[in-house]
């Protein structure tokens, strides 16, 4: 069963430091990962998505890596600002089915 | 369009009332999908559609849950005889089916609180 692990669960940081939020997974067997952003009561954003065969996608001032071998992925954010506070969720698709499997997430907050 | 719709957005009911939710997908997106997330978790996989097909189920969607896509369009999700441990967002999100596609667009959710 995939597992999908995001640490910490929660960062502060002052406004502009460049930053790197974890996650990590169990089967190495994935079709892609996706990186979503979540306001407070609201629904998901997707931000980013790396396919298997990829090893990096930039949006902006966003990049996210992939190491299938190792199991892990990160998102790096730089420049931070105050807007970017929210949780930060990862999930990965399975090879063999359409559903998704996320972490916990990375609660962000970004101190002015 | 204005994305993936959800109705209603909150809804408080009594333990053992049955609460219905609906989805209205992106039009051309034929892969629907339902989550259920509670408070500091993050989703978890109930149901998906493919059209009007529904495709696969998770071991979380018990004998009280059910959800239909008819003509392959807006989604309802019903809960029967709802218990508190139901309280949680339910999130709907669709998506393009084909390779290399698959990013989801989620709604913004159905709150449930079960009192």
């Known amino acids: 069963k995939q597992e999908v692990t995001q640490i910490p669960a929660a960062l502060s940081v002052p406004e502009g430091e460049n930053l790197v939020l974890n996650c990590s997974f169990t089967?190495?067997?994935?079709?892609?990962l996706q990186w979503f952003r979540q306001d407070p009561g609201k629904g998901l954003t997707s931000l980013l998505l790396i396919q298997s065969s990829q090893r990096e996608q930039t949006s902006g001032r966003l990049n996210a890596s992939l190491d299938k071998s190792s199991g892990r992925s990160t998102l790096y954010i730089a420049a931070s600002q105050p807007g970017d506070s929210a949780t930060y969720l990862c999930?990965?698709?399975?090879?063999?089915?359409?559903?998704?499997?996320f972490g916990s997430g990375t609660q962000l907050t970004v101190l002015p | 369009d204005t994305g993936v719709s959800q109705d209603p957005r909150h809804k408080i009911t009594k333990r053992g009332q049955n609460v219905t939710f609906r989805c209205d997908p992106i039009s051309e997106h034929n892969r629907l999908y339902w989550y259920r997330q509670t408070l500091g978790q993050g989703p978890e996989f109930l149901t998906y559609?493919?059209?009007?097909?529904?495709?696969?189920k998770s071991r979380l969607l018990s004998d009280r849950f059910s959800a239909e896509r008819p003509k392959g369009s807006f989604s309802t999700l019903e809960i029967q005889r709802t218990e508190q441990g139901d309280s949680a967002m339910y999130l709907c999100?669709?998506?393009?089916?084909?390779?290399?596609?698959?990013?989801?667009?989620f709604g913004a959710g159905s709150r449930l609180t079960v009192l």
């Open positions: 089967d190495s067997a994935i079709y892609n």
């Open positions: 999100a669709s998506s393009l089916g084909g390779y290399g596609a698959n990013v989801l667009t």
């Open positions: 559609f493919q059209n009007e097909a529904q495709l696969e």
């Open positions: 999930a990965v698709r399975p090879g063999s089915a359409r559903q998704l499997t």
